[in-house]
């Protein structure tokens, strides 16, 4: 399967600097791009795979202010981040909230990016229906991680992948926390699924310095 690399801008960005943003990344397989929501319509043409941030636990309905999964799935939405683990520490997002999450997501054909922390993990597992486990994919960005230069060591990653292989099998992993372009060459050891990438994705020239290393492979 095609290697991510997802750029998430966070609360970052105006529609000008989102504009620019696009002009200077050229569109492949490996892109794929969680702008703020009130954007993402500057997508519809950039040939570029969209997704978002988040989206509400509830289906259509009287829900003031949520954004639900069918209309993320009318924008081109193809993936959305969800359970980041700044969702669950400011927002107090549980595990049964990102449970509901990756139903809404998946009964509108969208990938659900499920973040996990590794004290999450178990509670997130207890949480989400068995038949889904197979259908998200599953991403390691710690906390203490985000926004730095230094990634989780190794054998943290490995092990957290492997948490969360033994309740998946194969599952998709991806890891996310301070990955740069002098990083990424050694995170790619890992046989990962993909990378979320934040701080580094706001610059779109650290962006594109991440897909070259993804593409010579080191």
Not at 46 to 64: E, K, N, R
Not at 176 to 181: K, N, R
């Amino acid at each position: 399967m095609t290697f991510l690399v997802v750029a998430t801008f966070k609360s970052n960005k105006n529609k000008a600097e989102i504009l620019e943003w696009i002009k200077a990344v050229e569109p492949s397989t490996q892109i794929v791009v969680a702008p703020p929501f009130p954007y993402l319509y500057l997508f519809a043409d950039s040939g570029l795979t969209l997704a978002a941030q988040d989206v509400s636990p509830f289906p259509p309905g009287s829900y003031t202010g949520a954004i639900n999964a069918r209309q993320l799935k009318e924008f081109g939405v193809s993936y959305v981040i969800i359970g980041h683990s700044e969702r669950r520490k400011y927002f107090h997002e549980t595990a049964i909230d990102v449970a509901a999450k990756a139903r809404e997501l998946l009964s509108s054909g969208i990938t659900p990016i499920i973040c996990l922390e590794e004290k999450d993990i178990n509670e997130q597992f207890v949480a989400l229906d068995d038949e889904l486990f197979d259908k998200c994919i599953y991403c390691y960005e710690p906390m203490s991680g985000i926004g730095g230069t230094t990634t989780a060591p190794r054998d943290v990653i490995e092990n957290v992948r492997s948490q969360v292989q033994s309740y998946v099998p194969g599952a998709r992993f991806m890891y996310g926390g301070s990955v740069t372009d002098e990083n990424a060459g050694n995170l790619l050891s890992l046989n990962l699924a993909g990378f979320l990438v934040s701080t580094a994705s706001l610059n779109p020239d650290h962006y594109k310095r991440i897909l070259e290393v993804v593409k010579n492979g080191s």
